[in-house]
């Protein structure tokens, strides 16, 4: 089956830094997705992204298909960024990498 | 804006019981998904459908079962609940994943403890 794979698997940051996370495929970049899990266990979906260049604020999310990645970039990171951030992607089922942790402090 | 809808957030149930557990798009979505997340293991898919009576088995499929009678509803069913179904469980849904921009959305989650 699709392997996906996340890193790191856990981010701490101070308030206002950048950062860059990455999910690796293995198969065909059906239906790639971001999601972020608030600390209320609450999925939402960030971007819809099988390919190129997506914004949303202070979030953006490349994929390069071609070479199996996909990157999320949080910019000016704020306490309410912490939570876990997911890719997923497959054909009619998506299947989930195990997450990017992330902790932003003060 | 899609809104999927969970009947309960948290929930007690007794090892033994049947228990349901309900979810409603509103967005005429045609493919439903369960999934439940638990501690190091990640998401993993129970069942999904991708039309009204119609149903798929995803990667962990025993023990429940599910009831797709109308299109905006989607019911995971454990028969004889047991303590290693203890579980958050996420319902999903999407317009359909066999055409472009088709994102996944995600109710806010049922905590299932069985005790």
């Known amino acids: 089956g699709i392997q996906v794979e996340q890193s790191p698997p856990d981010l701490i940051l101070q308030e206002g830094a950048n950062s860059t996370l990455r999910c690796n495929f293995s198969d065909s970049v059906n239906n790639l997705q971001w999601f972020h899990q608030n600390p209320w266990g609450q999925l939402i979906n960030l971007f819809y992204i099988p390919s190129g260049t997506k914004q949303n604020g202070r979030l953006s999310a490349t994929t390069v298909a071609t070479e199996r990645y996909s990157l999320l970039y949080i910019s000016s990171s704020q306490t309410t960024d912490s939570g876990v951030y997911f890719c997923?992607?497959?054909?009619?089922?998506?299947?989930f990498g195990t997450g990017t942790r992330l902790l932003v402090s003060p | 804006d899609v809104k999927v809808t969970q009947s309960s957030r948290y929930l007690v149930k007794r090892t033994g019981e049947k228990v349901f557990l309900e979810c409603v798009q509103d967005?005429?979505?045609?493919?439903m998904f369960w999934y439940r997340q638990d501690p190091g293991l990640g998401l993993r898919l129970i069942y999904f459908s991708y039309d009204v009576k119609m149903k798929e088995k995803g990667d962990i499929p025993e023990g429940y079962s599910v009831s797709r009678e109308k299109k905006e509803r989607f019911s995971l069913i454990l028969e004889s609940a047991s303590t290693n179904q203890t579980s958050m469980y996420l319902c999903?849904?999407?317009?359909?994943?066999?055409?472009?921009?088709?994102?996944?959305?995600f109710g806010n989650g049922t905590r299932l403890t069985v005790t």
């Open positions: 967005m005429d979505h045609e493919n």
């Open positions: 999903a849904s999407s317009l359909s994943l066999l055409k472009n921009n088709s994102p996944l959305h």
């Open positions: 997923a992607l497959g054909f009619q089922k998506l299947v």
